[in-house]
């Protein structure tokens, strides 16, 4: 049975094997009770993959002012009824023309496509996405972190995620992040939450810090 970070256990199990890292065990000790793995969580899977897109390549605060007003355009509509609205009516939210196309795409896809992402693998789930055309990489690891809730991903694609460990860890080179990364499987998942936790609240680690 596939295991998801969607239960206490899981949270305390991954936790528990991350504490091996002195970064980690600061990060668990210092805000380790505020993370919370599910709170991206969207059953309508056409709809977290719009919302990834809306994501894509700008800010956290202009992603959070974007998705608002977005979920204020589609409240109530069923993804059919998303798919009728004019492509400028979307983009008057702050979209541009490409990613409106993006988001239609999606939204198409998985009016033709009937998929059982729970009874998937990573790796199919994202051979099937990589195929809708505005759907790369990271979108894909977002989607299996947040939405799929798999308890093993990382992204080295997500420029945050690489500047908090830099930042973390005092050392620029990506080959030994990479290494460090490895130490923290089966649960990257766990990690990159708490590193994403790190940068967006400015709570590093020292390296004399007391844990």
Known sequence: MLELIDNEKVINDAFKHLSNDK?????????????NPNDRYNSNYAISICNLIIEQQISFKAAISIKKKFFNLIDGKS??????????????????????????????????????????????????????????????????????????????????????????????????????????KPYRTIAAILLWYSIENNIYFQPNSSL
């Open 23 to 35: 970064v980690m065990e600061f990060f668990i000790n210092s805000f380790g009770d505020k993370i």
């Open 79 to 184: 993804n059919s009824e998303i798919l009728k609205i004019p492509n400028d009516k979307i983009q008057s939210i702050g979209l541009s023309f490409r990613k409106v196309e993006y988001i239609k795409n999606v939204l198409i896809f998985f009016r033709d496509n009937k998929i059982n992402i729970n009874e998937m693998s990573n790796d199919e789930i994202t051979k099937s996405l990589i195929s809708i055309k505005g759907i790369g990489k990271w979108t894909c690891e977002m989607f299996l972190m947040f939405v799929c809730l798999r308890k093993d991903i990382f992204s080295f694609g997500d420029l945050a995620l690489v500047n908090s460990m830099k930042k973390n860890y005092c050392i620029d080179d990506l080959n030994s992040l990479k290494s460090i990364s490895e130490k923290w």
